[in-house]
């Protein structure tokens, strides 16, 4: 049998219900919802989940020798794959290479499973928030944003110097600073993956 995601680790229980709650978001798009442009620049919604289902359908080693050809640059070589891959598949294949790894054990590198479960509500909220469809659980985003330590924050180039995160639909607080933000937890998300600038309230 293959191997699947632990049903006993909460944050893997999220990843799959997260998987689950896309994949039934994606089935009722129209095809001009699958071309609309996503909030990852230069990728519309078929590219962001051939993205997200690229961890299914290419092996440790294509992804390595793809890297390497993108002479060590990862993003670049993810742009090239998702291309290449919504060429060749159509929007029914790239929903049911998510529908059928729904409890896929992928875990990025380092990341373990918070980072699998953050690639799938990050790149879930490319999608849902540029169509304006329902948000994911706040709580689930809690997970995400717990999880978000310097390296994370580095990585999309969050500053929060100054400033004070403070959810006000859960429980998360980010960032020791005296300028305090309050926002639910998706929109906290959003800014510090740098998906929305971030502009702390004053006065």
């Known amino acids: 049998m293959p191997r699947q995601l ?34 990852c620049a230069g990728w519309r919604v078929r590219e962001v989940l051939a993205h997200v ?7 440790t080693w294509r992804v390595l020798r793809g890297i390497a050809a993108a002479r060590g640059d990862f993003n670049r070589f993810a742009d090239r794959v998702a291309r290449q891959d919504t060429a060749r598949l159509s929007d029914d294949e790239l929903l049911a290479a998510l529908r059928d790894n729904v409890r896929h054990p992928w875990l990025p590198p380092g990341g373990g499973q918070a980072g ?17 469809l329902d948000r994911v659980p706040a709580d689930r985003v809690r997970h995400v944003l717990e999880s978000a330590g310097p390296k994370a924050l580095a990585y999309f180039g969050t500053d929060l110097t100054g400033l004070r995160l403070v959810a006000t639909d859960t ?15 998706v929109d906290l998300l959003l800014r510090v993956t740098g998906r929305v600038p971030v502009a702390p309230r004053t006065g």
């Open 171 to 185: 429980e998360i607080v980010l960032g020791p600073g005296p300028e305090v933000v309050e926002l639910p937890a």
């Open 116 to 132: 699998a479960l953050s690639h799938d509500v990050i790149h879930g909220l490319d999608v849902t928030e540029a169509l304006g």
């Open 53 to 59: 289902t690229m961890p299914y359908r290419h092996s």
């Open 6 to 39: 632990d049903p006993s680790d909460p944050l893997a229980r999220e990843t799959a219900a997260e998987r689950e709650r896309l994949a039934n978001l994606y089935a009722g798009l129209s095809p001009e919802q699958w071309a609309a442009p996503s909030l």
